[in-house]
Nanobody, 128 residues
């Protein structure tokens, strides 16, 4: 079975950095797109960034482009989200997700119910 486990969340001051990890297991993931999403209190789920496992193509939400970087380590089946210049509005629970046969860009618009796999999330809190 496919499992996604996020880690790396925590409390940081505005302007600081965090690196999130998503450890994936249970598949080769060669046909998958992997994405990061977030949900802040009282808000809808928001797409953050995505990467295709095989090609490495990336796509970012405008709100994080230039500050966040998504990357992967194929040998370790791990996807990362490097978050720099963090702002209080970045505070949210961050989730890793995986979907077969879609592009990184499509992860930005695909319905939640259509995504194959989700991690349990990791809390990111940015203080002022």
């Amino acid at each position: 079975q496919v499992q996604l486990v996020e880690s790396g969340g925590g409390l940081v001051q505005a302007g600081g950095s965090l690196r999130l990890s998503c450890a994936a297991s249970g598949s080769t993931f060669s046909s998958y797109a992997m994405g990061w999403f977030r949900r802040a209190p009282g808000k809808e789920r928001e797409f953050v960034a995505a990467i295709s496992w095989s090609a490495g193509s990336t796509y970012y939400a405008p709100s994080v482009k230039g500050r966040f970087t998504i990357s992967k380590d194929n040998a370790k089946n791990t996807v990362f989200l490097q978050m720099n210049s963090l702002k209080p509005e970045d505070t949210a629970v961050y989730y890793c997700a995986a979907e077969r046969w879609v592009t990184a860009q499509r992860m930005a618009v695909i319905p939640d119910g259509s995504i194959d796999y989700w991690g349990q999330g990791t809390q990111v809190t940015v203080s002022s």
